[in-house]
């Protein structure tokens, strides 16, 4: 894990009164009509400071206080960390949480969920409504780990919840978590696919395996083939996965690829096969659907070279 930062400058954390805490209510007393299997877990607000600046500063999980919730915020840790073996009938890949957001999300640069509580319930597009974070982990349960939802009120989720609370303590509701969200290329460079597969083979072999196939869901997961994320996933669209790329590999030298190579390993990476999610058609039924996503019919226009690059580019 990176070095947790904590420099934004003359920024001090008001303690105590603005933490985000999570209370997991009792499952027998909640569910006495059957009606209230939603609330499973609930934030409590003790008040909000939408325009404060928020330090990048989460509780270590070698600290988890003794408690009721210790339990459930390591089982939660371990969930995420290692999703693919501590879930596996609800996982249809080799992937884990970490995968995608380091060090089990609390690696700063690379698709953190420190403080993700604070920002959920919220909009998304893709669904059309409001989500909350057990739909959002479930999104990424169905897409990104091409597996199965977890039920409301289940154990997982539950404990899933509780560490993500556990690392937004401090950051208060509605705050703007300036390091969520670094992972996106705003606007992407027509790719040079066969440059993208040079590139692959000097720099991403080694963790990734020439057939993407991986070599292991922390030391380098799998980026195409059955045991990678489905086309539904956000990281299937041009925009996120060459922002990923230029944010965070290789590894240790993160920042260093041209957005043009990003944008090349991106488009080599999504002309090969993956799963397929069954519900595009369901996806932003609202409207504002992307261009750039890599489903099947694109990766076919790749191999065919038919593809138009800036008409798949134009809407990120
Ligand atoms: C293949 C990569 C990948 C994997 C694996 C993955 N995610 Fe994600 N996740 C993403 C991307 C990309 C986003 C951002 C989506 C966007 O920008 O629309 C995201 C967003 C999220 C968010 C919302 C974050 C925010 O700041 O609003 C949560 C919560 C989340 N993921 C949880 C999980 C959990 C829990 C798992 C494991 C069960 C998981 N993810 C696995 C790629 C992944
Ligand atoms: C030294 C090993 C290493 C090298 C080299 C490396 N990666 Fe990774 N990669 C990882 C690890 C480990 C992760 C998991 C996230 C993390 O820990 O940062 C990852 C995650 C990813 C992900 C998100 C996970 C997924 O399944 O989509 C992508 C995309 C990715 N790497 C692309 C690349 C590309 C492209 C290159 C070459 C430019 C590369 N990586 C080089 C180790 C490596």
């Not at 420190?114 to 959002?136: D, K």
């Not at 780990?145 to 950051?171: H, P, R």
Request: aromatic letters at 6%; hydrophobic letters at 35%; proline letters at 4%.
């Amino acid at each position: 894990m990176k070095a947790i930062v904590t420099g934004i400058a003359g920024t001090v954390l008001l303690a105590g009164s603005l933490f985000v805490g999570a209370v997991i209510s009792d499952k027998i007393l909640g569910d006495a009509n059957g009606e209230t299997e939603d609330a499973t877990v609930q934030t409590q607000v003790p008040t909000t400071a939408a325009s404060q600046k928020v330090v990048y500063a989460p509780p270590s999980i070698e600290e988890v206080p003794d408690g009721p919730m210790k339990e459930a915020i390591l089982y939660g840790y371990e969930l995420v960390n290692n999703t693919h073996v501590a879930a596996d009938e609800y996982v249809g890949n080799q992937l884990s949480c970490t995968s995608c957001h380091a060090g089990a999300g609390y690696d700063e640069q690379v698709s953190s969920l420190v403080g993700v509580m604070a920002n959920y319930p919220q909009y998304i597009g893709r669904s059309g409504s409001i989500v909350t974070i057990e739909e959002r982990i479930n999104g990424c349960m169905i897409r990104s780990m091409n597996g199965k939802k977890f039920e409301i009120n289940s154990d997982e989720l539950e404990a899933m919840v509780a560490y993500f609370a556990y690392i937004s303590e401090g950051v208060p509701i509605g705050a703007e978590r300036e390091w969520a969200g670094a992972s996106n290329m705003k606007s992407v460079p027509i790719p040079d696919v066969a440059n993208g597969e040079e590139l692959y083979a000097q720099s991403c072999i080694a963790c990734h395996a020439a057939d993407g196939s991986g070599t292991g869901a922390n030391t380098g997961p799998a980026l195409w083939g059955e045991n990678s994320f489905n086309d539904g996933a956000g990281m299937a669209r041009m925009s996120k996965m060459a922002g990923y790329i230029q944010n965070n590999m290789p590894i240790g030298a993160g920042g260093t690829l041209t957005d043009q190579d990003a944008s090349d390993l991106a488009a080599y990476i999504l002309s090969q096969d993956r799963p397929e999610w069954a519900n595009h058609d369901k996806d932003w039924p609202k409207g504002g659907r992307p261009n750039d996503i890599m489903d099947k019919e694109k990766r076919q226009q790749v191999k065919n070279n038919t593809i138009d690059w800036e008409q798949v580019l134009s809407t990120n």
